[in-house]
């Protein structure tokens, strides 16, 4: 087979990538049935036991189009009046040949004829209802490639007035604002099959030499290519490729009516995952008023040789599902092609959105960049299946006519997270970023903003393996989340410390009032804001404090859950200032929706560097006059909530002395007598006491503090 490298064909504008599909569909159907066509970095490659000169013949003398027409809009032909001149001249052409290329194209003009007749009596239709007979007519009349087009074009959902739905690659059923493309399409079949004046520039339009492109073609290409530099070569051959994205219609679920158009990879706009992105993306602008955007569109580029059949099938499956969801929008469509890669062949899809530019009539197919697909399947991606029902509720929140810039902003700042993670979900970074903008999403609702979203949902423990970095920071931060005031032999906590974070009643927030009046709760147990790390901290420490003191308990209530502590390493690291307290705070936060009855049956214990580093003594001493428990040994050191409060007010030195007077009075001489840190070092030792340790890793400390005091527990 000879291949055939159409430079001419790019993923890029979509006229050129449609292009590349009409190519194959064509020659497969009418010339070589054999051909093969596949995508090799910015050009398509076809391999077929044709020739170029017999390929450029083809085309120039053979090549049948496919029937396209829009009886039911403007510019047809099928009409009296000015505007419908251009296209009735073609069609009249077309009728009074006698040439073979035209034979199916004169067979769907006379059957789309009789149906225009039967339907409206001959004129043309001026409201839905018959324009959805008319449709329904050219189904029944038109057969095989002759209703290609149809499929492609337009859909009768159902009989209401918005029963016609339009798939958004070719506009507005087959129109563009005041423009056709149909009479478009049939202007470039009279100028270049009928009349051929544009034979010289075939040859450029498929192989892309510019020196023998000759003049430009000067007519709109409309959304397909924005710059309108092309031939009529160019439009032909674009739309015969758009013929194979067939739509469909298709119920909303086996119990209900509802029916919707579904068309090969497309979703909802979303204004992220690409760097020019703004919000009115989202939207179409009509008298100032926001209407639902026109959505994205994903094409396959294949890099393994396909024939028209296989791309067919490709497309004709190409409805876009999450599990049992259909995807709504760019992070679901992500999540739904990573893996099909592995099936497919498919190497990467380009993105398009139809954007609204200009004006209000005229919509561009802009590229908003290219998503690679994996190779393989990876089980990170199940993770955001836990977010599926909550994202559409916050992004439903983030668009209400009241609400604030920054829900808007940390709504799409987390859409860019899940894009981003959804590419590349082997790196532990991008997960760890989701789980930041989550924890910003949260810090927004607690304020009184996009409440009605509900908190972060339960999140699945592998959550915590698809972040791990073998870091301290998700350590310490899961080690925080995790932890209760106990728990009970089957792992399940009692009293967790999510509430000093988020006031909530079950998995909602909790609220007073109703209507106008409905307010979040202010519980005097939040006191975790968000706005630093060691303030965040403390006042976790301080709260259980002050509540273990209302009851009489003499114990700092944190217990760490099984798999989720801090070593000693991860400790040290911290008081010395090498962990950034905001950001392990903020993990903390996201990780504190982590399913805790399926992490008591399945934990996924944070990967440790081995490693001897060991915290200052001084703080080793406050640590150990704060436990929640017992020593291995059975002592109990009494704890002294004045000791945290001299560390938050700076005093240092007056810490360590109360805490080495509750290690003497439980039998244990440390060796150290008293400490000099500045401030910020003892604010930070009091934030350190937020993370939780093991009775072995405390028995460990008072081993280093007094060697004589008891016998070292082995972790």
Known sequence: ?????????????????????????????????????????????????????????????????????????????????????????????????????????????????????????????????????????????????SSAWLGAVIAVVDASEKGLQQPAVLGTGGSEGSGSYTAAFMKAIGECLIDRRWDNTLRPALYGDARLSGQNWGESFGQFIPSGVGSPWDLLLAFEGACVLQSSVVNRSENTGDRWLSSPFFVAPVSSGFSSSARLDEFVLNKGKELPGRGEQWFPLWSSPATSEEIELLFRQGRAIVGRRRARNAISMGRSVAGLGVSRGVAQFVRFGYLQRNNQATHFAVPLGRFAVANHANPNLACLDDLEGWLPRLRRESRGRDAPSRLMQVERCLADALFAVTQHPDEAERWRAVLLRLADVESVQATGSGYEAGPIPRLRPDWVRAADNRGSELRLALSLALQAAGFSRDGLPHDGVRRHWLSLDGFRFATTGVGRQKRLSLRTDRVMQGRGGVEDAIALVERRLIEAEQRGDRRLPLVAAYGATASAMDLARFVAGEVDPDRTLALARALMALNRYAWARQPMPVTSNTSDETPDDSWLAIRLALLPWPLPDGRRIGTDPAILRHLESGDAPGAVILALRRLRAAGINAAIRMASVPPDTARLWAAALAFPMTPQTAARFAVRLDPGSLKETAA
Request: proline share 5%; hydrophobic share 40%; charged share 25%.
């Open 1 to 145: 087979m000879i291949v055939h490298r159409l430079d001419g064909c790019a993923p890029t504008p979509l006229a050129h990538y449609l292009k590349a599909l009409g190519i194959l569909r064509l020659v497969a159907e009418q010339l070589d049935s054999q051909a093969r066509g596949w995508w090799e970095g910015e050009r398509f490659l076809l391999a077929s036991y044709k020739d170029e000169d017999e390929l450029l013949r083809f085309f120039l003398e053979h090549y049948s189009p496919t029937p396209m027409f829009n009886p039911w809009g403007a510019r047809s032909g099928f009409y009296a009046g000015p505007s419908e001149k251009t296209s009735r001249s073609v069609l009249q052409s077309i009728e009074n040949s006698t040439e073979s290329r035209f034979a199916m194209f004169r067979e769907s003009v006379a059957a789309t004829r009789d149906a225009i007749k039967s339907v409206t009596g001959g004129r043309k239709p001026g409201d839905d209802e018959l324009k959805g007979a008319l449709v329904l007519a050219l189904r029944n009349r038109l057969r095989d490639a």
